[in-house]
């Protein structure tokens, strides 16, 4: 069993920047075989998709709406995941998850396979 916590959220206006962190806490929970993701759900809406990463780091997949914007990365020596989110729109606010498929082949957009979840952090984005 691993614990997704997430940090770094916040009020921020639009054209801003924040970085989402997603640590594992518990024993000796170690991200480096995990399949990571990221989704958002909106107010009012369902959860989707923003971006994922291999558990070895090679392949990272992004939704349409974010790419080019925000950049998924890990660090599998200090068991983190992070999100860095450039020029925020206000349709980016949600409520931010990381996800956790163990060993994931694919970076699937679904929540399906993600079996562990965070309990999230709030990103707002004033216009």
């Known amino acids: 069993q691993v614990q997704l916590v997430e940090s770094g959220g916040g009020l921020v206006q639009a054209g801003g920047s924040l970085r989402l962190s997603c640590a594992a806490s518990g024993r000796s929970q170690s991200l480096s075989t995990y399949t990571m993701g990221w989704f958002r759900q909106p107010p009012g809406k369902e959860r989707e998709f923003v971006a994922a990463i291999l558990w070895s780091g090679g392949s990272i997949r992004y939704a349409d709406s974010v790419k080019g914007r925000f950049t998924i990365s890990r660090d599998n020596v200090k068991n983190m995941v992070y999100l860095q989110m450039n020029s925020l729109k206000p349709e980016d606010t949600a409520v931010y998850y990381c996800?956790?498929?163990?060993?994931?082949?694919?970076?699937?957009?679904?929540?399906?396979?993600?079996?562990?979840w965070g309990q999230g952090t709030q990103v707002t984005v004033s216009s």
């Open positions: 996800a956790a498929d163990y060993l994931g082949s694919t970076l699937s957009t679904s929540i399906r396979p993600y079996e562990h």
